[in-house]
């Protein structure tokens, strides 16, 4: 073999096993657990089992039940993504004209997605308090309605947690819609001014489709950290609370490997949810010709 090549080897060497300690391993060793019956009790002693661990999640009732978790899951994922996009493509359009103080504008708005997740989420699950918060403040105050029970009910439990990653997420859509409108040649809108375009027509027939490229696999990354996002889910709603009725599915197979110690159990769910994720992504990026050029 030639230098040349033992210096390319020693060069992606590193690289290769950071992966294989950080990614292969956990993946496989995750495998191995899904088919197998590892608990609290058999740590030590457990054995492959086969898909005795998907058969029970698909089939035996549960609580919470996986099919009620994992609709839930859809209408976050769907609710969130489609707020992300739409005030991110907005927030990008109105920054992207000739504003005063544009660049501090731009700044205060990338200020949620800059902030740690934990410190949003106790943040919001203080605004969210019946007797102090904010937002029951303005809902009293000013809007001369009742306060509302944010944490104590299913439905506004899991409305308040949406609402948190709303405000959470947009950012990032803002910055990479803005990029991709700024990559836009301005010859195109003065032609279309020519031609007497209103402006629904320039946002329908150029902005949109050559932003698209760049915003269908930001949306793609959108619907996986949506879709595993732990964090707010846990903190906001206190672990699935009122009576586990606001979790997702990457929240439940949390509880059930540290809380019900069933680790096998929560291995499984979590590869149910990469082949979900793995689906979608390909499914996705396939039918909306994410790859092929805007022009």
Known sequence: MSRQKWFIIALIAPAILVMAFVVFYPFVYN?????????LSRIRDWELVGFRQFIKIFTEPSQPDFYVVFLKTIIWTAANVFFHVVIGVFLALVLNQHLKGRGAFRTILILPWAIP?????????????????????????????????WLKSPTEAFLAIILTNVWLGFPFMMVIALGALQSIPHELYEAAEIDGAKWHHKLRTITLPLIRPVMIPAITLGVIWTFNNLNIVWLVSNAGEPSDNTHILVSFVYK????????????????????????????????TRATESAY
């Open 117 to 149: 997740q934990y410190i949003v989420a106790l943040t919001w699950r203080g605004m969210f308090n019946y007797e102090y918060g904010s937002i029951n403040l303005i809902i009293t105050k000013y809007l001369g309605l009742p306060a509302v029970e």
């Open 31 to 39: 495998v191995f657990l899904a088919f197998g019956n590892m608990n």
């Open 256 to 287: 059930a490997a540290f809380n019900f110690y069933s680790f096998s159990h929560a291995a499984a769910l979590s590869l149910i949810i990469f082949v979900i994720l793995l689906t979608f992504s390909l499914f996705f990026m396939r039918k």
